[in-house]
């Protein structure tokens, strides 16, 4: 596995970092391109909230993806990478006036509008500014996800949209406002999601309510499904590569677009989750009374997802040959929950070892945190090293 890694340069960088791997990126990003491209009317945008690190970005940007933002700070983040406005959408349950204000400013695409409370403070934001902001409603189509529940997000219990049964009456709120215009429907049911069925359940949903719609003589010119696809954390080097054809295949098979409509896609982890790796050291082996522990310099504050979702990451120690031997691979945390796999079979490890937890390109970087007064991780790419 020492191969895939320039251990001899990661020798020399401060522990624990981010690495990227932006061939494998680029390589996603060629994936996903030439797949959506075979279906007319797809747009894919990238979700900043999977990874926000700037250099990851810029490469994303100029692949040519638009970008889905969930906050005022996502929208200049990519703003600042180069995507541009007119490629990008903004969704969230709660956005600040703020930030509604800087989407107006910067003349985004599209608002995603979670709720009629929201779709009036809209209305009135824009008026200010002169302005008419371009909406598509977020609807909560009840439809579950074979995932974990903390990341389920299509069910009526969730926080997240506008219920189905207020559809109709919240569209006809849109047409009635000066500031606002009705241009499609959004719709996301949950994130590392494996079973196709789950989205071909979205498609019987989406169909359903175009019918609906449409004996109202109400025209969507715009169909956002979100993202979800997710990878094989399992088997990062056999798999570096989701299965993008099967889901945009999915939708073309299933979801029925009218003429001209189109169909606009926001994919974040399957982009980038393979790509990076938190790089940890080792400190200290411990022997325990029934087992040994790999104690690391990274830890929850740096790569949280394990002890948020109790998330499996393959783990390797890219210093060594030695024989495999079973260790709990834990961080130094002062919370019994700061461990990153229990029973990990690793080549034998001793303290300087470099452990790599691979698939961390999503919701690793972005969502550290200083606990402890710890310092954030760096992240580099392999232009970098």
Known sequence: M??????DKFQSIETPFYYYDTDLLRTTLRAILSESSKHEGYEVHYAIKANANPKVLNVIAQAGLGADCVSGGEIRAALGAGFPS????????GKADWEINLGLDKDIFCFNVESQAELEVLNDLAGQRG??????????????????????????????????????RVVDEVNSLPHVEFIGL????????????????LCNRINDLQKQLERH???VHHINVGGGLG?????????????FKGYFDTYARLLHLRPGQKLHFELGRSVVAQCGTLVTRTLYVKQGTAKQFAIVDAGMTDLIRPALYQAYHKIENISSDGPVQTYDVVGPICESSDVFGKSVDLNETHRGDLIALRSAGAYGEIMASQYNCRKLPRGYITEEL
Not at 2 to 7: C, D, I, L, Q, Y
Not at 86 to 93: D, E, L, Q, S
Not at 187 to 199: C, E, R, T, Y
Not at 233 to 243: A, C, F, K, Q, S
Request: glycine share 10%.
């Open 217 to 219: 003589r109400v025209t």
């Open 186 to 201: 959004h719709f996301h049911i949950g994130s590392q999601i494996l079973n196709m069925g789950d989205f071909a359940a």
């Open 86 to 93: 007119r490629k990008m959408v903004y969704a969230g349950v």
């Open 131 to 168: 302005k008419k902001a371009r909406v598509a409603l977020r609807i909560n189509p009840d439809v579950g996800a074979h995932t974990h529940s903390n990341i389920t997000t299509g069910l009526a219990e969730n926080k997240f949209g506008i219920a189905m049964g207020d559809m109709e």
């Open 2 to 7: 020492k191969g895939r890694f320039p251990t």
């Open 231 to 243: 990878i094989d954390y399992t088997h990062p080097n056999r798999v570096p590569i989701p299965d």
